[in-house]
């Protein structure tokens, strides 16, 4: 059990913000792919992490990350992933 517990510890700790991302990701690709199909699903997701950090960069109080696009994409890729195998 030590073991495990040691494997625990050393996993890197996701910040939220890339988590949420990662789940706005999943579920725009989800909702997007019911309707439309799985591209346009994917184009939407990398559309809208794309367009929030670009909102972000002109807005106070907000900055543009790439990493928070990428984390958005890759949450969409995971989508596509679950659905299309």
Do not use: W
């Not at 309707?35 to 809208?48: D, E, K, Q, R, Y």
């Not at 990428?70 to 195998?85: E, K, Q």
Request: charged share 20%; with cysteine; proline share 4%.
């Amino acid at each position: 059990m030590k073991k495990f517990k040691n494997i625990i510890e050393k996993l890197p700790i996701i910040k939220e913000d890339k988590a949420n991302h990662f789940i706005y990701g999943i579920s725009i690709f989800l909702l997007t792919k019911i309707i439309f199909g799985p591209i346009v699903g994917l184009a939407t997701c990398v559309s809208f992490g794309i367009l929030k950090e670009v909102y972000d960069h002109f807005h106070p109080n907000h900055t543009f990350d790439v990493m928070d696009v990428i984390a958005t994409i890759i949450g969409g890729i995971v989508g596509a992933l679950i659905i299309l195998l």
